[in-house]
């Protein structure tokens, strides 16, 4: 009697780790299909995080302009850089990288967050990932404001190149996507993994390209920018906000990461979707 429910034990686990790529893709194409549903999930979340406040999501539009002013003109004065030319520059790059980094630490917790909706409901896992990107680009949306008034008062030029910034963001989303499946599943299984990606954030924003120029770096610019994969993200936004065509070099560098993390991110939802509900 043991011995059969032990066979029967490993047979459900067998079952359970075989792939099931067909359900994986599925789920991203009920997703897709599925725009008005994750469309009002990621508004009503965005209006739920700044109910009862008077200016609601330009809270956070308020604080970045503050923090780029005051560390605008500090690090200007430190680097001994105009600050007409600096602030845009710092301006952009914030922008880019509040974006991503959303995608990075939401990633994180998206299926933590709705452990009562995936315990509750059926639904496609796909529409949690596509509402946390919609939100996001919402609140890029508004911190867009920001930048507005920084580029007229610095003389940015707006020209062709500011179209750039469509493939940009789309980009971004695309590996926003993929970025926050990976990080929903290995913290729904490991949640000691969403603090260590909080903590590398922390450094990563200092030795990425944000707050001073790859031009300040000298030999070391291959370690700290040309190698670094955030830099590549946040230049293919940033150098069309500042009127600036993106280099080649990042545009590949970012089309490999895109095909690499999706095959990965298909590989391990085909194998472990279906455990995602029982490790919440």
């Not at 890029?140 to 007229?152: C, I, M, T």
Request: glycine share 8%.
């Amino acid at each position: 009697m043991a011995g059969g429910r032990f066979y029967q034990n490993v047979a459900t686990q067998a079952i359970a780790m075989t792939p099931h790529y067909g359900e994986a893709i599925a789920d991203f194409v009920e997703g897709i299909r599925l725009v008005d549903l994750w469309g009002r999930m990621g508004w009503a979340e965005t209006k739920r995080r700044y109910r009862r406040t008077v200016i609601g999501p330009f809270w956070s539009s308020f604080s970045l302009a503050i923090f780029v002013g005051t560390m605008g003109i500090v690090w200007a004065t430190i680097f001994k850089i105009d600050p007409k030319e600096y602030l845009p520059y710092l301006t952009s790059g914030m922008l880019v990288w509040l974006l991503l980094s959303s995608f990075i630490t939401e990633g994180c917790a998206v299926f933590v967050a709705a452990e009562s909706l995936i315990k509750q409901l059926r639904i496609d896992y796909s529409i949690l990932l596509f509402a946390l990107v919609w939100r996001n680009l919402i609140a890029f949306g508004h911190n867009l404001v920001v930048y507005l008034p920084v580029a007229l008062y610095c003389g940015v030029p707006f020209n062709a190149n500011l179209l750039m910034i469509i493939p940009g963001l789309v980009f971004l989303c695309l590996n926003g996507i993929w970025i926050a499946l990976v990080l929903g599943m290995l913290c729904a299984r490991f949640r000691d993994i969403q603090q260590v990606v909080a903590s590398l954030l922390q450094i990563a924003i200092f030795v990425t390209p944000i707050f001073w120029s790859p031009a300040q770096l000298g030999r070391a610019r291959i370690a700290l920018a040309d190698a670094n994969l955030l830099y590549h993200y946040v230049e293919i936004v940033r150098d069309p906000l500042l009127g600036q065509p993106p280099a080649v070099e990042s545009w590949l560098i970012v089309g490999l990461a895109t095909i690499a993390g999706w095959g990965l991110a298909l590989f391990l939802f085909g194998r472990f979707r279906r455990r995602i509900a029982y490790w919440l």
